[in-house]
Each structure stands twice: as C-alpha cells, then as structure tokens.
C-alpha cells in the first residue's frame, strides 16, 4: 500500500515540477506584457471565480472522497453522475447572474463599469473550472495518477502556449482569458467523453446527492472562510493602495502558492482517497503509517525550500518579472510559510471528516478567517503588502494549532518529531553554506541551488534522518536496491541487510 502510494507520489511529483514551469512562463508574460494595473485585474477575476466556486460545488469534492473511498463500482458511478448533473446546474445558473449584474460588480471589484465583460467571461470560466475539477477527481478516486498527471500537463503547457501566443501577437488581457477558457471548455469534453467511454456513466441518483449535499453543506462554509484567509488581503490592498500593490502581491503570493503545490501537490492528491479507504475499512496502524510517512516527505522537502527562497528570493525574482515587482520578493517565504502550517492542518482536518466532525474543521477555518481580518486591518496600513503576508502567514499558524487540537481529539496520530528537528537542523546547515557560497564565491542561483541540495540532502543522510525502513522503500522507488550489495554505500545510508 506504502509503495503503491508513493509510486503515484513520484509520477505526481515530475508532474508539479513540468507545471511549476507553466508557472515560471505564465508569469513572466503576464507580468511583462501586460504590467502590474492589468495583472491586478487578472487577479481580481480569480478573486471573483475563486469566491463563487463553492456555491457551485457546495462541498461535494470533499463529501465524495470521504463518503464513497472503498465503496462499490457502480456507487461510484451514480455519485459521480449525480455530481456532474448538479454542478452543471448550479454553474449555468452562477454564469446568469453574473451576466446581469456584470456592470454593479465591475464597478465593486474592477473600479470601472467598463471592465464588465470580465465579469461576465469569470463566469463562464467559473462553470467550466468546477466541471473540470470534478472529472480531475474523478481520477483520484479511481487511483489513477498517470492520466490524472497526463490532465494537468496538457492543461498547463496549453495554457502557458495560448498565452504567449495571445501576449506575443499583442492580444489584450480579455482574449488572452477568452482563448484559455475555450481550450479548457474542450478538453473538459474530451475527459468525459474519455471517463464514459472506458468506465460509464450511470443514472443520476437522487438519493445519494441528498446524504452527498448533507455533508457537502457543513464544508461549503469553509470555501468562504478560505477565500477570506488567502484572498481577502488583495481586497484590503486595493483599499488601502492600489491596483498595481494588488499585482505585485499577487505575484508573490503565485510564487508562494507554487513552491508549495509542485511540493505538496504530488502527496497530497492521492492521500486523501487512499486515507478515506484505510479508514473506511478500518485499517487504522496503516492509516497512521501512512500520515507518517506522508507529512515527514512534505516537510521534509517544503521546510528546506522555503528557506532556499528566503535566500535566493529577489535573485529569482529579477530573473523572472520585470523591475516593478522586486518588492513581492521578500513576501514569498512568509506566503509559503503560512501555506505550510495549512498543510499540516489539513491532514487533521481529514480526519474530522472521517469521524463525521466536519462541522468542527469549518468552525476552525473562520476562526481563522476572523483573525486574518483582524491582521490585514491592523498590518496593512502600517506595513504595507508585507503586512498582508505576514497577516497571512500569522493567520494558517493559528489554523494549523487549533485544527491539530480538534483532530487529535478523535483521530491521535503519532508523529515521529526526531525527523522534524533533524529537518530543521540540516537545513540551517543549508542555509549557512548557501549565504556563504552567494557572497563570497560566486552569486549564482543556479549554483547556489545546487550547492544548497546537496548540502541537506548530505547533511539528512549523516544525521541518519531516514530510518533504515524508509531508506529501503526510497531504494526500491528509485530502483536502486543494488546499492545494499556494497558494504560502504550501505553502511552510509543506515541499511544494516
């Protein structure tokens, strides 16, 4: 189970690192093409569509992972059908309402009615992403990485292609949305013309879209809540500055996001499913097991990375946007710090979900949410964009400590926190060994990257931060148990057969 997990892990992880280049062109392109006022407005679209995909999902992604992982062939498929009946509904519906009051938000989101068509276009982009949302998870319950990956990478270098092509050609920032939302309109088709050809689908039931939206309606708050956490403080900056401090921000919050998702993405995606179903069948040493082996890997690579940027952070950032964003730099380790300390919420969280406690991981969120108003309120206006990061950052640290005392009142997993501060103590010797090789020997980032790598990965492997037991299934991933056969090699890793 542990290795098949981590297969899925690996073919996941090659996955982030292609569509973190999706990232590293988009940006440049938007940001240098279209400079920071029209990046803001790009921002607020997604604002916009990110506020208003609850109510069109209305907690049914995390209801089906939950409630159907490990359950029957033909359950999955009338749940699934069900799904894609109601979403469909309630998107066409949003794409309406938008449609007749585009002008009144334009004015409240955009500054100017003449912005409306974005309005009107987020909508659209609103149905179609929710629709593709669910066939992406559709993959997920069926434990299918490999084309869930196949998916994404289309996704994400046809996008990256269509946008430079529209930039390049000199296109305006509406076709460059209009032309992204045709190509994902299609390829939404083309999966579930995939999904119905190969597995089927089956007649909506009605009754399973009750117990579904039962659950569902106890998380839909929490999308708000989320949208409060980490995208009300571009609302805040736009009142208190303007369109242009919201591109910056955002663009240091992209980065954030993305050196978070290329690292976390590949194990998160498929535990949730897989943790449902040991639950489910009640396998709960494999459970804990497999919590363990999973967070240890996402800090275990998000802790060294987030320092790396700290370091490195404003070189990437002249190399990558043009002059007027530099000041986003020095916000993305506090961005991706608070996305960490979400993370390791999120494991607890689960696990209220598996005990029917959902309720509890809402109450979690807007507590939160409350505080990081509190935050964007009292830091903003003092500190500027930084203090929106920070705000941030302050906000998922309280999330990630109340949440880890709710799940532990149900579920108690066991953490081995040896791994932690071996964790943090190689990369402190990383982080020494970077700042001296960027100002005495040579200020390149790739070099320092490199440098930096093998540093901790060195320094992990001297302390003995993997255990002989992780060493061998890493092996066995990277198709390297030939290695055991030499006595040094083995006695350096810590494999004593």
Not at 243 to 250: D, K, N
Not at 444 to 456: K, Q
């Amino acid at each position: 189970m542990i290795k098949k997990y981590f297969q899925n892990t690996a073919i996941l992880s090659v996955t982030e690192i292609l569509l973190s280049l999706k990232g590293l062109l988009l940006i440049p392109i938007l940001t240098k093409t279209y400079g920071s006022v029209n990046y803001g407005i790009w921002a607020q679209v997604t604002v916009l569509v990110s506020l208003l995909t609850p109510i069109v999902i209305l907690g049914l992604d995390s209801a089906v992972i939950t409630c159907t992982s490990g359950k029957g062939e033909m359950f999955i498929k009338k749940t699934f059908s069900s799904i894609l009946l109601f979403i469909t509904c309630s998107g066409i519906i949003c794409v309406c309402l938008l449609c007749i009051f585009s002008q009144q938000l334009s004015v409240l989101v955009l500054d100017s009615p003449e912005n409306f068509q974005f309005i009107i276009l987020a909508g659209f982009v609103l149905l179609e992403s929710a629709l593709l949302s669910m066939c992406k998870l559709w993959y997920r319950m069926k434990d299918n990485a490999k084309v869930y990956s196949i998916i994404n990478i289309i996704q994400a270098f046809s996008v990256a292609l269509l946008s430079a092509i529209v930039a390049f050609s000199k296109g305006n920032l509406f076709e460059l949305i209009l032309v992204t939302f045709l190509f994902e309109s299609l390829l939404v088709l083309i999966i579930l013309i995939h999904i119905g050809k190969n597995q089927g689908f089956s007649y909506p039931d009605l009754s399973i879209l009750g117990k579904l939206l039962k659950f569902g309606v106890q998380v839909l708050p929490m999308g708000y809540a989320w949208w409060i956490l980490t995208l009300s403080n571009r609302v805040f900056i736009g009142y208190y500055d303007n369109l242009a401090a919201v591109g910056v921000f955002s663009v240091a919050y992209s980065f954030g996001y993305m050196i978070m998702s290329m690292i976390f993405g590949p194990i998160w995606t498929m535990y949730p499913p897989k943790a449902a179903e040991l639950f489910n069948l009640k396998k709960f040493s494999e459970m804990n097991e497999l919590f363990n082996y999973s967070l240890k890997l996402a800090l275990g690579i998000m802790i060294p990375a987030i320092a790396g940027f700290a370091l490195l952070g404003s070189a990437i950032f002249i190399l990558l946007t043009s002059p007027e964003f530099l000041a986003g730099a020095p916000l993305v380790p506090f961005i991706a710090l608070g996305f960490m300390f979400h993370i390791i919420g999120s494991y607890f969280v689960l696990s209220l979900g598996f005990v029917r406690k959902q309720i509890y991981g809402t109450i979690s969120l807007f507590v939160t949410a409350g505080f990081n108003i509190i935050l964007n309120v009292l830091l903003i206006p003092w500190l500027g964009i930084l203090g929106a990061a920070v705000a941030l950052c302050l906000s998922f640290m309280l999330q990630m400590i109340f949440e880890i005392w709710l799940g532990n009142k149900y579920i108690n997993f066991v953490y081995d926190w040896t791994f932690l501060y071996k964790t943090l103590f190689s990369t402190g010797i990383m982080a020494i060994v970077v700042l001296i090789v960027m100002n005495v020997l040579i200020e390149s980032v790739l070099i320092s990257c490199i440098i930096g790598i093998l540093t901790y990965g060195g320094m992990m492997i001297v302390i003995r931060a993997i255990n002989p037991q992780e060493m061998k299934i890493l092996l066995e991933m990277l198709h390297c148990s030939d290695i055991r056969k030499y006595p040094i090699i083995r006695k350096l890793l810590g494999i004593n057969e």
